[in-house]
């Protein structure tokens, strides 16, 4: 009912820009949240920026002022603006939607988009 559609992933020299998409859509109640994981190649997956319907954001400290993370609660999307990409932004990149849905809460996954930064 619920699905996470991710776009905007590719190849990118260092120093360059990315703009990820990512729209939540079906029969959703509410939703209290949206935000990208990363996985990294031999790395544990992370957290990189969320933002709530609130408008509330947070950024883990290696894409701080780098990346940034904005919303449209109208239409349950998010966009992650990824400045001055680095080689290790290198990954594969997971949006997620925190969703109430018939008063059940859960977290919902995109299939991925891969990022990579070349030298």
């Known amino acids: 009912q619920v699905q996470v559609e991710e776009s905007g992933g590719g190849l990118v020299q260092a120093g360059g820009a990315l703009t990820l998409s990512c729209a939540a859509s079906?029969?959703?109640?509410?939703?209290?949240?949206m935000g990208w994981y990363r996985q990294a190649p031999g790395k544990q997956r992370e957290l990189v920026a969320v933002?709530?319907?609130?408008?509330?954001?947070n950024y883990a400290d290696s894409v701080k002022g780098r990346f940034t993370i904005s919303g449209d609660n109208a239409t349950n999307t998010v966009y992650l603006r990824m400045n001055n990409l680095k080689r290790e932004d290198t990954a594969v990149y997971y949006c997620?939607?925190?969703?109430?849905?018939?008063?059940?809460?859960?977290?919902?996954w995109g299939q991925g988009t891969q990022v990579t930064v070349s030298s």
């Open positions: 997620y939607a925190d969703v109430t849905i018939e008063t059940i809460t859960d977290e919902y």
């Open positions: 079906g029969s959703i109640f509410s939703v209290y949240a």
């Open positions: 933002i709530t319907s609130g408008s509330s954001t």
